[in-house]
Each structure stands twice: as C-alpha cells, then as structure tokens.
T-cell receptor, first 112, second 113 residues
Framework: NSKVIQTPRYLVKGQGQKAKMRCIPE?????VFWYQQNKNNEFKFLIN????????QIDMTEKRFSAECPSNSPCSLEIQSSEAGDSALYLC??????????FGPGTRLTVL | GDSVTQTEGQVALSEEDFLTIHCNYS??????LFWYVQYPGEGPQFLFR?????EKGSSRGFEATYDKGTTSFHLRKASVQESDSAVYYC????????????FGKGTSLVVHP
C-alpha cells in the first residue's frame, strides 16, 4: 500500500486565489511527480523532481504553477492565480526512478 | 515520442466473465511496462510491471505479457468480480534521465453482479 501523503484532500478556491497543496513522498523515494487528472481520468504531467532538483516541467507549470521539494519538508504545488479550468484532481507520486510509481490519494481542487 | 494506446474506453462485464483490456505502445528500445488501477475516490495503485520481452507480470489474478513483436501488454483476468470495477491504466516507463512515464487514457471497467 502506498504511503504517499497528500494534504488537503479537498480545496475550494475562488478565481484568482492562490491554491497550495502538499505531498510527503514515500521514504527512500528520491523522485516526485505531480499530475493533474481531469474529469475524463486523463493524466497530465506537470513537473517532477529528483531530490530537490526539477527534472522536467511543462509550459503551463512555468507560468502560473510553482512547485518545490525542499529537503526535510513536504513537497508542494501552488497555483498562483486559480482559474476555473484548474479544477481537477492533483496527484502526487513518488518512485525510486525508472521503477513503478506510488500515488497519494490526491487533492481535489474546485475553483468557483 | 513515446505513446500508449488503450483501445477500450469503457468495458462492461458480468461477474465471472473473462476480461481483456488492450494496451499497445510505441517506444524505442525496451521500456518497462506497467499496469495501474484506480478505484473511486483514490489515487492509482501499482498493479504489476514487466521489463523484457515475453516476461509476464501478475497480481491479484490479473496478468499481462510483454510482447515486443506486437508492442502490446494486454491486461487479462479469467473471472472478474464486482470489486474489480475501477479504471485501469497502462503505462510505459521512460528510458531517459527525467523518469517521466507515459500513461494511456485509461479503461473504465464496470462489473455487474
């Protein structure tokens, strides 16, 4: 069973507000991923880290989204100015690298 | 680039039916292949993986065989139960240094009692 912890489980924001969510990866997993899952269950990769360093991120992440994985603190994903289209399930996953990923339960963001 | 195609968007079966969910991939070399399952209200769970041609992965009665010739990794189960109702994802592991996998669009399985 996955031991990835995500908080909060639910987040409700108004348009233009900041939305921040956190993730504690499984112990011993140096690689952390953030995904956005839409209502059609499709995954959209946002960003990943190895230890504290960004490995890859998409253009969307570079504009309104910011993320970090500081040492000895939870990883976080923040949307600077929420839009209605950001409403989705945000999933955090961790892995040892090229191996399988372990997912948290997700943070359900609703932007009103 | 890498891609994963799951043919079925939705599958509806009755209990004890045989399940097949098709997964085909496009990638160079020998990528690792994975199946994940996502139950309502939860994050995806790793089901099993295979890393080389003809290797069979299995878990909880589900199985799939890595077939490089047909670039496939089809998920099968001999007798489904209502509790197997979930969304199933096929995924391909990236061989590059950024570790970013490629997921299929998912197949929603509904098993009727």
């Amino acid at each position: 069973n996955s031991k990835v912890i995500q908080t909060p489980r639910y987040l409700v924001k108004g348009q233009g507000q900041k939305a921040k969510m956190r993730c504690i990866p499984e112990k011993g997993h140096p690689v952390v991923f953030w995904y956005q899952q839409n209502k059609n269950n499709e995954f959209k990769f946002l960003i990943n880290f190895q230890n504290q360093e960004v490995l890859q991120q998409i253009d969307m992440t570079e504009k309104r989204f910011s993320a970090e994985c500081p040492s000895n603190s939870p990883c976080s994903l923040e949307i600077q100015s929420s839009e209605a289209g950001d409403s989705a399930l945000y999933l955090c996953a961790s892995s040892r690298g090229r191996e399988e990923q372990y997912f948290g339960p997700g943070t359900r963001l609703t932007v009103l | 680039g890498d891609s994963v195609t799951q043919t079925e968007g939705q599958v509806a079966l009755s209990e004890e039916d045989f399940l097949t969910i098709h997964c085909n991939y496009s990638a160079s070399g020998y990528p690792a292949l994975f199946w994940y399952v996502q139950y309502p209200g939860e994050g995806p769970q790793f089901l099993f993986r295979a890393s080389r041609d003809k290797e069979k992965g299995s878990s909880r009665g589900f199985e799939a065989t890595y077939d490089k010739g047909t670039t496939s990794f089809h998920l099968r189960k001999a007798s489904v139960q209502e509790s197997d109702s979930a969304v199933y994802y096929c995924a391909l592991g990236h061989s590059g240094g950024n570790y970013k996998p490629t997921f299929g669009k998912g197949t929603s399985l509904v098993v009727h009692p």
